[in-house]
């Protein structure tokens, strides 16, 4: 940890005790390993259950490296899978945890911050516990996406005052005003131009579909 001499500021808003969700932006696999070394109690990510059963060797090191991080394996492809998820999650809460919550639900594709699910507004206002919002930095660069030996970056964390959410919980137009405030403030802290009317799942498809026909366009061309 210290070759990548991290820079660490507004720790002291995380509590110490009691349950509270950590919301960072997500740029890169490596956000997992660095952020729950710096905070000062143990933090349990509801990571997504490929990572757990992912072939090959990144595979491997990614299933060895969630599992010694004390991660939780979830299915979040939408439907009955996501609400287990989040019964997961206020299971935790309701056990006094400290969880991580990448609300975008992937890393971004370019750098850029993407509209957050509203899962983790849900969380919240069932559970009471405070969201700590976080920034990352440079962990794009020292881990891009397919690298599985890290790259000695500085790596730098900005964490954010508590927020409290109240509200019924049913209420979709209330999730998306949490989750929204949410969003904006992780984008204040992390500077990272914010398009809050498209999901990171979505740019990364629409990334896809625009390589596949370049690549198609220079096919015809030769």
């Not at 060797?57 to 004390?70: E, N, S």
């Not at 992937?106 to 509203?118: C, E, V």
Request: hydrophobic share 40%.
């Amino acid at each position: 940890m210290l070759l990548f001499r991290p820079k660490v500021s507004g720790l002291r808003f995380v509590p110490s005790n009691g349950p509270v969700i950590i919301a960072s932006n997500h740029l890169s696999f490596s956000d997992s390993i660095f952020m729950p070394l710096v905070v000062p109690r143990s933090v349990t990510f509801l990571a997504k259950s490929e990572y757990f059963t992912s072939p090959g060797i990144k595979g491997f090191v990614k299933k060895i490296t969630f599992i010694a991080l004390g991660q939780v394996p979830v299915d979040r492809t939408g439907g009955k899978r996501s609400e287990a998820a989040l019964l997961t999650g206020l299971k935790l809460l309701s056990q006094d945890a400290c969880i991580g919550i990448y609300p975008e639900g992937t890393r971004s594709p370019d750098g850029r911050l993407y509209k957050g699910r509203t899962g983790i507004a849900r969380m919240a206002i069932e559970s009471g516990a405070p969201i700590i919002p976080v920034a990352m930095f440079n962990t794009a660069e020292i881990q891009p996406t397919g690298q599985v030996v890290p790259k000695v970056r500085r790596v730098e964390m900005v964490f954010g005052e508590p927020m409290y959410f109240t509200g019924d919980s049913t209420d979709q137009a209330v999730l998306r005003a949490a989750t929204n405030q949410i969003m904006e403030k992780i984008a204040e802290l992390s500077k990272q131009e914010y398009v809050p009317n498209m999901y990171a799942s979505e740019a990364k498809d629409a990334i896809s579909k625009s390589k596949l026909e370049e690549d198609a366009i220079e096919a015809d061309e030769e």
